[in-house]
């Protein structure tokens, strides 16, 4: 796409954090993430990957075990058993292979003592986080693994717990929180896709008072950590291992996107990004009539764009003529979304600053 590289410019010398699956960080699966990730770091993006490892521990095992490991609540119990011939050549495996593929990048792999844990004695030796350390900023690549250690003792740790903790300690510092699984994004009743969810709307899913979405299984569990998490940073996305780079770099979001509503902010645009602006209305506008009241010139210079940080969501022209300023035109994938509503919220205020400061009457206002 001819704005993809002024996409990638806003992320430029930040930090994304992308927590990966096990069943997606390795083999046929992961090919196009591990392509996504180089793409980022070539554009001078900084990651923290965080990648888990239960598939691979089960299989693992198995080699071992003709019995099933253990579960409680569906989650597996960690013996010293497990921990030897389940975690440890899981990972082992999964990390030289990591090695091998970002072998030319400067990264840093997190050893598992700077996983500080307490034992969920529950669940065996299961480590609950209570502190990452040594991520290196020097470095343009950390790696964060599903191990970490209480008191010399090695322990299996969930890597949605790790990822959880790296955005408590320092979530105002990440541009990006992206969660990698086999699932797109969340889905509502009637199976389709869901682009967007507010923080707002979290709860009413969980309270079964959404009329679209209803939450069940491993998704309430994620709503609940999502929802926390967007306390400590302002957006978070669920995707699948194919559309990493396509979230990063367009606004036609392929997995989910979980905002905070309060950080979103109407702004206007960077002359650095009017270009790929302009891009964007040449090839999605299909709003005959902007084009007979207005040059392109005059919708790119009255441009305000909808961000969360430095991420761009959506564009709406606030025009001023002669005798009025008109809110002219939404650029974005859906205009279905009800987040929409936010933008013409915004953009009206904006437009009523702009007839305060007139100090003339007799303007005709057209929304």
Not at 11 to 36: A, F, H, R
Not at 164 to 174: A, E
Not at 299 to 305: A, E, F, P, Q
């Amino acid at each position: 796409m001819l704005w993809e590289n002024d996409y990638l410019k806003q992320y430029e010398n930040k930090t994304i954090l992308i927590k990966v699956s096990g069943s997606q960080i390795v083999g046929e699966k992961s090919q196009k993430l591990i392509w996504d990730i180089k793409e980022l770091l070539f554009a001078n993006i900084n990651i923290i990957l965080v990648f888990g490892g239960g598939q691979q521990i089960d299989q693992e095992w198995k080699k071992h075990s003709s019995e099933e490991r253990k579960k409680i609540n569906g989650v597996g119990v960690t013996s010293l058993e497990v921990l030897e011939y389940g975690v440890d050549p899981a990972y082992s495996d999964i990390i030289n292979q990591l090695k091998s593929i970002f072998k030319d990048y400067l990264y840093n792999i997190i050893s598992s003592e700077n996983v500080v844990c307490e034992t969920n004695t529950q669940l065996g030796l299961v480590g609950k986080v209570s502190q990452i350390k040594w991520i290196d900023s020097s470095k343009q690549l950390n790696i964060v693994w599903f191990m970490g250690e209480d008191t010399w003792q090695k322990l299996n740790v969930n890597a949605d717990e790790i990822a959880q903790k790296i955005i408590f300690q320092q979530g105002k510092d990440l541009s990006n929180v992206v969660f990698v699984s086999s699932l797109s994004g969340l889905l509502d009743k009637k199976w389709e896709h869901v682009p967007l969810v507010v923080n707002t709307r979290i709860q009413d899913i969980l309270d079964n008072k959404d009329e679209d979405i209803e939450a069940k299984d491993g998704m309430i569990k994620k709503l609940k950590e999502t929802s926390i998490i967007l306390e400590h940073t302002n957006k978070v996305v669920f995707l699948d291992s194919n559309s990493l780079l396509d979230e990063i770099t367009t606004w036609e979001w392929k997995g989910t996107l979980f905002l905070n509503i309060d950080d979103v902010k109407l702004d206007t645009i960077k002359d650095s990004y009017k270009n790929f602006i302009k891009n964007i209305y040449l090839d999605y506008t299909s709003n005959q009539e902007i084009w007979n009241n207005y040059t392109l010139e005059e919708i790119i210079d009255n441009h305000y764009v909808l961000q969360v940080n430095d991420s761009i969501l959506w564009g709406v022209s606030i025009i001023q003529t002669d005798n009025k300023v008109d809110i002219e035109f939404v650029w974005s994938s859906q205009n279905k979304w009800k987040f929409v509503d936010k933008i013409y919220k915004l953009a009206n205020i904006e437009k009523n600053k702009i007839l305060n400061n007139q100090f003339k009457t007799g303007f005709s206002q057209k929304c």
